[in-house]
């Protein structure tokens, strides 16, 4: 029985996705995950799975998109980005980054007023949306030095099993503050990352 912030057993198959057969179960048991899966893991345990996918695929999208994203290319768009003056700016070096990859994700900004969205177009299943969404979440927290106001919709397009997963993930993950910055949760249609100006 896990004790603390646990992964449901879903959100590790859907990790493993990418991968043959017969080389999930020794990626569970390098993680520390007992077959049959459990209910639910440890936080430990699902980043040992993470990384252990990652490792085995060179790929930081494992394995769930049709072209690889080697290991080390989040790092160096990062480091495109960690120096510009605000999230606006980082948020173009980021979509000018991703998108030198043929075939890889597609990022596009859209601006209205002094909104800017960083979107995802769709095609990722719900496992990858949903990580993708977490990841840039943080990340602007990170760059930004402040938490980000989550923004959950859709429009009817996606899921409500995802949405209600997604918000129950971003409050975990971020905290609120008055006007600045959000970020928009699509799941399975389109992933949005917001910064006012």
């Known amino acids: 029985?896990?004790?603390g912030p646990a992964i449901g057993a879903h959100h590790v198959s859907a990790a493993v996705q990418g991968i043959a057969v017969g080389e999930v179960?020794?990626?569970?048991?390098h993680a520390g995950i007992n077959q049959p899966l459990p209910a639910a893991v440890s936080m430990d345990q699902f980043t040992r799975l993470i990384r252990a996918v990652w490792e085995l695929l060179d790929d930081e999208l494992m394995g769930q998109w049709p072209v690889p994203s080697r290991r080390g290319t989040f790092a160096t768009m990062g480091l495109l980005a960690v120096h510009c003056p605000d999230l606006h700016t980082a948020l173009g070096r980021a979509v000018a980054f991703y998108n030198?990859?043929?075939?890889?994700?597609?990022f596009?900004?859209?601006?209205s007023g002094d909104v800017t969205r960083l979107e995802l177009e769709p095609g990722a299943g719900?496992?990858?949306?949903?990580?993708?969404?977490m990841i840039w979440h943080r990340f602007g927290g990170w760059l930004t030095r402040a938490p980000l106001r989550p923004?959950?919709?859709?429009?009817?397009?996606?899921?409500?099993?995802?949405?209600?997963?997604?918000?129950?993930?971003?409050?975990?993950?971020?905290g609120v503050r008055p006007g600045g910055l959000g970020i928009g949760v699509f799941p399975l249609c389109s992933a949005s990352l917001r910064a006012t100006r």
């Open 126 to 133: 719900v496992f990858l949306t949903e990580s993708l969404l």
């Open 151 to 174: 923004e959950v919709g859709g429009a009817g397009l996606c899921r409500p099993d995802a949405q209600r997963r997604v918000r129950a993930a971003v409050r975990r993950t971020g």
């Open 108 to 111: 596009h900004l859209r601006e």
């Open 1 to 3: 029985m896990v004790t």
């Open 25 to 29: 179960p020794a990626l569970l048991s």
């Open 100 to 106: 030198l990859f043929p075939g890889g994700l597609r």
